[in-house]
């Protein structure tokens, strides 16, 4: 059975609740990038949760969405997913699992499914300690593999 996806209601409720656990404030515009970002599951990257937020707070600049992603980042979360021909995007889901990524359109998704290797199979196997891991299918998304077939 596949984990169920959490609403952006709780994945929002969860950041600022976790933010004030650690002593941060939740400042309208850091509330503001937390709704953008919990109601965006395709992984935004900075530029796109900075024209989101900017339709209800125009004052909020690049500097502090960086800022307010590297905090959330720092306290773990979100994870920062980094491409070395793109720009960096951002997830809410901080579980293992695997990202599919369009090659067309850059979409990302969450598959939740299983993973193919535990910690444990890896560290049993190998001796390495794993302490997070990065998972990816490149390929095309529903839309974009619809519109490769309609050109053939």
Do not use: W
Not at 62 to 81: H, N, R
Request: with cysteine; glycine share 6%; charged share 25%.
């Amino acid at each position: 059975m596949m984990p169920a996806i959490p609403c952006p209601q709780d994945i929002e409720q969860r950041l600022i609740v976790s933010l004030r656990k650690k002593g941060y404030k939740v400042t309208a515009p850091r509330r503001e990038i937390i709704s953008v970002l919990s109601r965006n599951l395709s992984h935004p990257g900075a530029m796109d949760i900075l024209h989101k937020v900017r339709k209800k707070a125009p004052q909020v600049s690049l500097s502090t969405v960086y800022y307010t992603l590297d905090i959330l980042k720092k306290e773990g979360l979100i994870q920062e997913l980094e491409f070395y021909d793109g720009d960096n995007r951002y997830d809410v889901n901080v579980t293992n699992h695997i990202n599919l990524i369009c090659r067309k359109c850059g979409r990302i998704e969450d598959f939740l499914g299983k993973i193919p290797f535990s910690f444990a199979q890896i560290q049993e196997r190998t001796a390495f300690q794993p302490v997070g891991m990065r998972y990816e299918y490149y390929g095309y998304c529903k839309a974009c593999g619809r519109r490769i077939q309609l050109k053939r």
